[in-house]
């Protein structure tokens, strides 16, 4: 905080951004720009609005009043001090634009998913498998005992399909949009099948092309590449569909209870969903781009995420299982006898084991840490 003259932080609707900022900061100014005064006096009278909301200010919801960032590119560079300015956003692209073309060098950019599983761990919550997949990790449903996830999420998704994709205007067929989120949860941990998705969705390649950009840029869905050791390999080049929440996934798949999910033909991969975006979050804490991938070749030989490391690649499986098996090793076995890795771990449902036929193996509670380096750093220290 002390390097810059901002902070931007990017992350979904209710992930914790406002919350965490306020608390770090509870002497700064804040303004909101959902609240349409708020956001008219932006717009209207900028040096009015920094007159009401002086430095040291977090300013909410900045992709409401891009134009906002150009005043205040002007403010940082009449002085040399540092930390002046703390925004918020949840819709990345428009976001990332307007902050590249107004304060490219003059902010430091942090992004921010929901609580992970050492968080809440930390807080004394340590939920079950199936508890943990319907419930996702939004901090709403750990704030407020008694709310249904399917509750709390039909309402989630109501307002981003109403505030985020209805007001950018770019898209112009809603039904179809929200019969591709349906789509998109039934393929979760699958690779992105364009032609396919486009046809079960009634739209174009085109369009389809489009609205999946605007699902990542607003943090509903996540794309996890494929690691290919040449571009004429024979591993597969094609991204692998998640979701930023297993709630919204479960939700969009209309599991509503803890037995339903549990006997859910895709509960595994809910599972490695939720086990994706642990590794995510620990890769946004530690500060590390484009460090995670999975495997897979023409032949189906399949590792779930590769985490590149400077010391070398580490490999996992994500098994919904309880119990263990030798079958977990095939992925890890083939592409350490073909690659070579660092390490191979099978992430699952059951107690730690530490070593079974050479490898790890670890309850998913454990899996922030696993993809942590050992200089760990905490979520936004700031």
Same mark, same amino acid.
């Given at each position: 905080?002390?390097?810059?003259?901002?902070?931007?932080?990017?992350?979904?609707?209710?992930?914790?951004?406002?919350? /965490?900022?306020?608390?770090?900061?509870?002497?700064?100014?804040?303004?909101?720009?959902?609240?349409?005064?708020?956001?008219?006096?932006?717009?209207?009278?900028?040096?009015?609005?920094?007159?009401?909301?002086?430095?040291?200010?977090?300013?909410?919801?900045?992709?409401?009043?891009?134009?906002?960032?150009?005043?205040?590119?002007?403010?940082?560079?009449?002085?040399?001090?540092?930390?002046?300015?703390?925004? /918020?956003?949840?819709?990345?692209?428009?976001?990332?634009?307007?902050?590249?073309?107004?304060?490219?060098?003059?902010?430091?950019?942090?992004?921010?998913?929901?609580?992970?599983?050492?968080?809440?761990?930390?807080?004394?919550?340590?939920?079950?498998?199936?508890?943990?997949?319907?419930?996702?990790?939004?901090?709403?449903?750990?704030? #407020?005992?008694?709310?249904?996830?399917?509750?709390?999420?039909?309402?989630?998704?109501?307002?981003?399909?109403?505030?985020?994709?209805?007001?950018?205007?770019?898209?112009?067929?809603?039904?179809?949009?929200?019969?591709?989120?349906?789509?998109?949860?039934?393929?979760?941990?699958?690779?992105?099948?364009?032609?396919?998705?486009?046809?079960?969705?009634?739209?174009?390649?085109?369009?389809?092309?489009?609205?999946?950009?605007?699902?990542?840029?607003?943090?509903?869905?996540?794309?996890?590449? !494929?690691?290919?050791?040449?571009?004429?390999?024979?591993?597969?080049?094609?991204?692998?569909?998640?979701?930023?929440?297993?709630?919204?996934?479960?939700?969009?798949?209309?599991?509503?209870?803890?037995?339903?999910?549990?006997?859910?033909?895709?509960?595994?991969?809910?599972?490695?969903?939720?086990?994706?975006?642990?590794?995510?979050?620990?890769?946004?804490?530690?500060?590390?781009?484009?460090?995670?991938?999975?495997?897979?070749?023409?032949?189906?030989?399949?590792?779930?995420?590769?985490?590149?490391?400077?010391?070398?690649?580490?490999?996992?499986?994500?098994?919904?299982?309880?119990?263990?098996?030798?079958?977990?090793?095939?992925?890890?076995?083939?592409?350490?006898?073909?690659?070579?890795?660092?390490?191979?771990?099978?992430?699952?449902?059951?107690?730690?084991? !530490?070593?079974?036929?050479?490898?790890?193996?670890? #309850?998913?509670?454990?899996?922030?840490?696993?993809?942590?380096?050992?200089?760990?750093?905490?979520?936004? #220290?700031?």
């Amino acid at each position: 905080m002390h390097d810059f003259p901002s902070v931007t932080i990017y992350g979904p609707r209710q992930c914790g951004k406002t919350t /965490t900022a306020r608390s770090l900061f509870p002497d700064f100014s804040y303004a909101n720009l959902e609240d349409i005064n708020v956001r008219r006096l932006a717009t209207d009278d900028p040096e009015g609005f920094f007159a009401r909301f002086p430095e040291p200010v977090i300013i909410d919801e900045i992709q409401r009043v891009p134009e906002l960032l150009s005043t205040v590119q002007v403010r940082i560079d009449r002085t040399d001090k540092k930390g002046l300015y703390i925004f /918020t956003g949840s819709q990345q692209v428009s976001l990332r634009e307007a902050v590249s073309q107004s304060l490219a060098g003059r902010t430091s950019i942090l992004n921010m998913l929901p609580l992970s599983l050492k968080e809440l761990s930390m807080s004394g919550i340590r939920l079950s498998r199936d508890v943990q997949l319907l419930a996702g990790n939004m901090p709403y449903m750990f704030a #407020n005992d008694g709310i249904a996830p399917s509750e709390y999420y039909r309402n989630y998704i109501e307002t981003y399909l109403e505030r985020d994709i209805a007001m950018q205007n770019q898209v112009h067929d809603m039904r179809a949009f929200e019969k591709l989120l349906h789509l998109l949860a039934s393929r979760i941990g699958q690779l992105v099948n364009e032609s396919s998705l486009a046809a079960d969705a009634g739209i174009s390649v085109k369009t389809l092309k489009g609205w999946l950009s605007i699902l990542e840029s607003t943090h509903i869905i996540y794309m996890l590449k !494929p690691w290919c050791s040449s571009r004429t390999g024979q591993e597969v080049k094609t991204p692998k569909i998640y979701f930023c929440d297993t709630g919204i996934a479960s939700y969009l798949l209309g599991i509503e209870t803890p037995e339903q999910m549990n006997r859910d033909p895709l509960m595994g991969q809910v599972f490695e969903n939720l086990i994706v975006m642990e590794a995510l979050k620990a890769e946004y804490d530690s500060n590390i781009i484009d460090g995670l991938y999975f495997f897979r070749n023409s032949n189906g030989v399949e590792v779930d995420i590769i985490h590149k490391r400077p010391e070398g690649m580490n490999l996992f499986e994500v098994k919904s299982s309880m119990s263990i098996s030798r079958d977990f090793l095939k992925g890890i076995d083939f592409y350490k006898r073909k690659y070579g890795a660092a390490s191979g771990t099978i992430i699952y449902a059951g107690e730690d084991c !530490p070593e079974y036929l050479g490898y790890g193996f670890r #309850n998913f509670h454990d899996a922030y840490d696993l993809f942590t380096p050992k200089r760990e750093k905490f979520r936004l #220290n700031l």
